[in-house]
């Protein structure tokens, strides 16, 4: 008897999705959940209870002025939506130390572990006291009703960095006069 692969994946969905243990969920009244669904692009196009479903898997951290999030070179699982404060993103060369961007409320990082197993590619330290939902891909792939609409608002969300970048590497190359290697 042949199997198909497609309903083995989804046995195998629904398995996984029973044996994850979910955190208690946030306590969030309708108002913060659409002001969520409003602000946060990684969310977009989500329904009320499938957006409540996945806030539910969040895991709520605070962040004190100062504090790394996370570390370039770290292995990295999971993705932050930052949801009170600022953070940067900071990336080193040397003994420099770049800022990259600065993000507040709505704003996602750490998605390129996420979607590509990757380590850190940079450093995250919160500016200022904040608050960061963190996503764990386990979970994230254990509700397939979210995950995607979340990957493919990943996919969006980085695609739209990629275009500010390439701006920037092309007023730094018309300055410089010097052609990227590679």
């Not at 539910?56 to 999971?78: C, L, T, W």
């Amino acid at each position: 008897m042949k199997v198909d692969p497609a309903i083995v994946k989804i046995f195998a969905e629904n398995v996984r999705a029973d044996i994850i243990v979910r955190p208690a969920g946030l306590n969030l009244d309708a108002a913060i959940v659409q002001k969520i669904a409003n602000k946060v692009k990684v969310f977009q196009g989500m329904t009320a209870d499938c957006l409540m479903s996945t806030l539910a898997m969040a895991e709520h951290i605070p962040h004190k002025a100062g504090d790394v999030v996370f570390n370039e070179g770290d292995i990295g699982s999971s993705f932050h939506i930052l949801i009170a404060g600022e953070v940067v993103v900071e990336k080193a060369r040397g003994d420099r130390v770049v800022t990259l961007a600065r993000l507040s409320a709505g704003e996602c990082f750490g998605e390129m572990a996420l979607v590509g197993g990757h380590l850190r590619s940079a450093t995250v330290r919160a500016t200022r006291d904040s608050a960061t939902m963190r996503f764990d891909r386990e979970r994230v792939d254990a509700y397939s009703d979210s995950a995607h609409i979340i990957y493919r608002n990943i996919a969006s969300v980085l695609s739209a960095r990629l275009d500010v970048s390439s701006e920037m590497l092309t007023d730094l190359v018309l300055r410089t006069g010097e052609a990227p290697i590679g």
